[in-house]
């Protein structure tokens, strides 16, 4: 049974002597699987080598320029007992392009450039040959008005001639235009590769070496595993919510968009996707003591005299006493700002959680940085379908799936592209939604339920001899329609006056407002909220009134 060993503690390979050692073995190794993160990506190489017995010397050559060598790391398995040393790197500079697939657009695009210069150097070659039957042209026509003024012209021999040269002249515009519909064609070719090119170009011309010291107890074939990891490499996740009106049923798919510019491509590979971040290191955080003391306003105000004191107030445009003033005053304020720099913020898009996802089936993933669009998987929701009214705003209404998330994976922050009935509707975004928890998808206007909205009052009145108080009073009311053939399940948001002084008050006038609302709805101030069961084919009236009070000659803001 082969024995698995991975690189734990260096051997003291090196130290043995140099005629016990082997020449170098090269590893003739192929990506197999890559774990990519949100800002780099873990490649696994692996190669089969033939070893003897005794010390070796295992080299991996050509390896990406962008390798952080800390995260090397060796493994392997054999049938014969092996020990891996300590892995060695070292940074080498070659005179060819590392990149095997910008060296190959490099040699085809040479390839093309010169089919370019061949192409035109047969058409200086029909230039010349034009040029010659030209010169014989002219010299024919000399030579015939020579004959006319002889009377010795020979129409046969002069009709022949010319049937020659013109039989040749059209050849060679023919030629010509072959000619330059094949540089026609060559140049779009050429434009393509520089494309490709121009997206690939990395004009890297470094790689790294690693070499990995081994010994084995007998001849043996080795199964070597080089891990190690590369910046310019990440995912992001997208979805697609596909939702079918009739059955109510909502279909959540994940993909995840990879990119990467690592310079080598990832070719049938067993791709991973991690919402790990390496970067951020495994340990807290230390917590600085947070210093308070009182606010010595005499001091700093003396030393933001003297600071300012330099300072005229013309350079200020005569605004130099409120300058003064507003130091003073924003001091204390960016104090207290400059202290919460020193507090570590943990991010909402990890949740405290890692989740990874096994890519079915191999992968391919180009090293030019066009993002690659992976399917991940479905999740499972329970979604209740519902109308969204909002008059105060619009008088369209808006179709929205509440949905629960279940399972136990959970839905990262990304894009959601919207589809109704398989019809593309728009782009939302979600935040980080965990199995259990409910969220709203709105997938656009739902044009068979009409609104219409009216104000019925909207009365001012000041405060006078009687009135202590002004006094402002609204009404409104919202006519709702089902032009389904199905009962909607509608809910109607409107908002009243929230106060923010004590001064102020706010009555919801009950005889004009349709009972069996919710209000402040979830926290919010002034949000009111109606469920409404509405048939086929029914209307309902919403109505709503409100009145406001507030001190004499006093104004308010926000209306």
């Known amino acids: 049974m082969a024995r698995l060993f991975s690189l734990l503690i260096p051997v003291m390979i090196l130290c043995m002597p140099s005629a016990a050692r082997a020449k170098d073995i090269p590893a003739n190794s192929i990506i197999k699987a890559v774990t990519v993160y949100t800002d780099r990506a873990t490649v696994t190489r692996v190669a089969a080598v033939d070893v003897p017995a005794g010390a070796q010397t295992v080299v991996f050559r050509d390896l990406p320029a962008l390798l952080l ?18 892995v060695a790197s070292r940074r080498v500079i070659t005179r060819d392009l590392t990149s095997e697939r910008e060296r190959a657009l490099n040699d085809q695009l040479e390839t093309l450039q010169n089919r370019i210069r061949m192409i035109d150097a047969e058409k200086q070659a029909l230039a010349a ?18 004959a006319l003024a002889e009377m010795t012209l020979n129409p046969d021999q002069w009709a022949a001639a010319a049937g020659t040269i013109q039989s040749q002249m059209a050849e060679i515009f023919k030629a010509d235009v072959i000619y330059d519909l094949k540089k026609q064609e060559t140049g779009v070719e050429i434009r393509k590769v520089q494309e490709e090119l121009n997206q690939l170009r990395t004009g890297q011309r470094a790689s790294y070496e ?101 300072f005229s107030s013309d350079t200020w445009g005569g605004q130099g006493d409120s300058l003064q003033e507003n130091m003073l005053d924003a001091a204390p304020a960016f104090e207290e700002a400059a202290k ?5 913020v943990a991010s909402v898009e990890t949740g405290g959680f890692v989740t990874e996802y096994n890519i079915p089936g191999p992968a391919n993933v180009p090293a030019d940085g066009t993002e690659t669009k992976l399917m991940v998987g479905t999740f499972e929701t329970d979604t209740a379908l519902k109308v969204y009214v909002r008059p105060q705003l619009s008088t369209d ?12 994976a959970p839905l990262l922050p990304g894009q959601v592209s919207l589809f109704r009935d398989g019809s593309f509707v728009g782009n939302s975004q979600i935040s980080l939604m965990r199995p259990g928890e409910n969220f709203a998808l709105f997938f656009g206007v739902d044009d068979q339920l009409s609104v219409t909205r009216k104000v019925l009052t909207d009365s001012r009145k000041d405060a006078g001899v009687i009135a202590r108080n002004n006094t402002l009073e609204r009404r409104y009311v919202t006519s709702l329609q089902n032009l389904h053939k199905m009962p909607v399940s509608l809910v109607v948001e409107e ?16 005889d004009e407002t349709t009972p069996g609302y919710t209000e402040n709805y979830e926290d919010t101030k002034g949000l009111l909220r109606w469920d409404i069961d509405l048939p086929p084919g029914a209307t309902k009236k919403v109505e709503l009134g409100w009145k406001l009070s507030w001190p004499k000659d006093q104004n308010l803001s926000s209306l």
């Open 210 to 310: 690693v070499t990995i010291p081994l010994e084995a107890s007998a001849a043996t074939r080795l199964t070597l595993s080089l891990d190690y990891q590369v910046p310019n490499a990440g995912w992001r996740p997208l979805y697609d919510a596909r939702l079918e009106t009739e059955s109510g049923a909502l279909d959540m798919l994940q993909y995840g968009a990879v990119y990467q510019r690592t310079g080598e491509d990832w070719n049938d590979v067993a791709l991973r996707l991690s919402t790990a971040r390496p970067q951020r290191g495994a340990s807290l955080p230390n917590l600085p003591p947070w210093w308070v003391d009182l606010w010595d306003n005499s001091r700093r105000q003396k030393s933001n005299l003297s600071s300012v004191s330099s």
């Open 129 to 146: 040959q034009r040029a010659f039957l030209d010169g014989i042209g002219k010299q024919a026509v000399s030579r015939t008005n020579e």
């Open 69 to 86: 060598p800390d995260s090397l790391r060796a493994t392997g398995s054999a049938q014969a007992d092996v020990t891996i040393g300590a």
């Open 340 to 344: 919460t720099a020193d507090f570590a």
């Open 397 to 408: 209404a808006f179709l929205v799936a509440d949905t629960i998330l279940k399972g136990e």
């Open 495 to 510: 908002t009243v006056p929230a106060p923010q002084n004590e001064k102020i008050t706010r009555d919801i006038v009950k």
